[in-house]
T-cell receptor, first 116, second 108 residues
Framework: EAGVTQFPSHSVIEKGQTVTLRCDPI?????LYWYRRVMGKEIKFLLH????????ESGMPNNRFLAERTGGTYSTLKVQPAELEDSGVYFC??????????????FGPGTRLTVL | RKEVEQDPGPFNVPEGATVAFNCTYS??????FFWYRQDCRKEPKLLMS???SGNEDGRFTAQLNRASQYISLLIRDSKLSDSATYLC?????????FGPGTRLSVLP
């Protein structure tokens, strides 16, 4: 079974540009999460989709970040315009909805974003 | 106070040693607890879930103390391949909160 995939694996952009990250969750997983790890810090939650609906976006840092999951399959995370402090590794994770709180999440390999 | 705290290490131990990691969490309503392992420049991967009764998987033993809001991971007979960062993960509602991780280096 294919795991969570993310594209691109690396992205280097200049401050002020736009970048769109993509995540394909494990097939059949209703829950999709975005996380971010900036240099030297712990992994931080950004937002959570259940199917196509945003369940919790309390971790989104500001309105330069826009996440979508049209059709409830893959998700995109757009940063526009990118700032230097947005550099980091963006992880996507997915989990089944087994009716339990906090089911195991499977992580993608991450997208390493560098803003120059 | 951080939501999930861990000793960042690094822990440098010889092969065959036993090593223990601790983690404390602040939200008494948390119900799910995990240890994830993260290799350098890779994604986190689930090592084991942590259950109230404690659980063991081969050389790995996880324990949970709800009263003290404390989780532990014990690794016996360390292998070189155990070198990684170990992340304590606690649910807050539907979402996960990660600790900063503890780095382990197993030395030959």
């Amino acid at each position: 079974e294919a795991g969570v995939t993310q594209f691109p694996s690396h992205s280097v952009i200049e401050k002020g540009q736009t970048v769109t990250l993509r995540c394909d969750p494990i097939s059949g997983h209703d829950n999709l999460y975005w996380y971010r790890r900036v240099m030297g810090k712990e992994i931080k939650f950004l937002l959570h989709f259940v199917k196509e609906s945003k369940q919790d976006e309390s971790g989104m840092p500001n309105n330069r970040f826009l996440a979508e999951r049209t059709g409830g399959t893959y998700s995109t995370l757009k940063v526009q315009p990118a700032e230097l402090e947005d550099s980091g590794v963006y992880f996507c994770a997915s989990s089944q909805d087994l009716g339990r709180v906090g089911d195991e999440q499977f992580f993608g390999p991450g997208t390493r974003l560098t803003v120059l | 106070r951080k939501e999930v705290e861990q000793d960042p290490g690094p822990f440098n131990v010889p092969e065959g040693a036993t090593v223990a990691f601790n983690c404390t969490y602040s939200n008494s309503a948390s119900q799910s607890f995990f240890w994830y392992r993260q290799d350098c420049r890779k994604e986190p991967k689930l090592l084991m879930s942590v259950y109230s009764s404690g659980n063991e998987d081969g050389r790995f033993t996880a324990q949970l103390n709800r009263a003290s809001q404390y989780i532990s991971l014990l690794i016996r007979d360390s292998k070189l391949s155990d070198s990684a960062t170990y992340l304590c993960v606690v649910n807050y509602g539907q979402n996960f909160v990660f600790g900063p991780g503890t780095r382990l280096s197993v030395l030959p």
